[in-house]
């Protein structure tokens, strides 16, 4: 049986206090999910359907402008939320530090099936370096239009750090909050 994320939080040192201090939201964990891409590295990438479908579109779109994107990171399940978190405590490194980069377990869009990190060749994944290249402008440019949004732009409310590299998939009317 599952335990509440609250729970699962509270045992990695997040406090209650601290998710309403952040404003953060809880996600639900995508069930129905497909391959959206499979890296070089042979690692399967997975979103719902539709994440999936308009993920391909860019893509396709993005390569017609001589564009190359790829996924870093898509689905990520609640479980492994926790793990990721666990191994960065493990290291040393403090609650706080880490949900400057991480969001607790429960409240990651990753959950949803949804959000995807995305990079360029000869750009180092994940990094701020990506905001310089020309992938990050085209996506600018042309990414709400299949439905992706930048989630976490400079200052955002949830004080995440600045993640030019993460993108979500908002279909019309829906909305995944629990
Ligand atoms: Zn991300």
């Not at 890296?39 to 359907?49: A, F, K, V, Y």
């Not at 949803?112 to 000869?122: E, F, M, Q």
């Not at 085209?138 to 590299?165: K, T």
Request: proline content about 5%; charged content about 20%; hydrophobic content about 40%.
């Amino acid at each position: 049986m599952q335990k509440p994320v609250t729970t699962t939080a509270a045992e990695l040192g997040i406090t209650d206090d601290l998710l309403v201090a952040r404003g953060l939201r809880q996600y639900q964990e995508a069930r129905e999910l497909i391959i959206a891409e499979v890296g070089t590295d042979g690692r399967e990438h997975q979103l719902i359907s539709q994440a999936a479908d308009a993920w391909r579109q860019l893509r396709s779109a993005a390569n017609e402008a001589g564009i190359n994107l790829f996924i870093v990171s898509a689905f990520r399940s609640i479980e492994r939320q926790v793990a990721i978190i666990r191994r960065k405590l493990d290291a040393g490194i403090s609650i706080e530090e880490i949900l400057t980069v991480l969001a607790p377990p429960g409240f990651s869009e990753h959950h949803t099936g949804c959000a995807v990190d995305i990079c360029t060749p000869g750009t180092a994944p994940a990094t701020l370096e990506f905001e310089t290249t020309a992938a990050f402008s085209w996506l600018m440019d042309n990414a709400n239009a299949y439905g992706f949004y930048l989630s976490y732009p400079q200052g955002n409310p949830e004080g995440f750090q600045y993640e030019p590299w993460h993108w979500c998939f908002h279909p019309a009317q829906t909305t995944f909050t629990t």
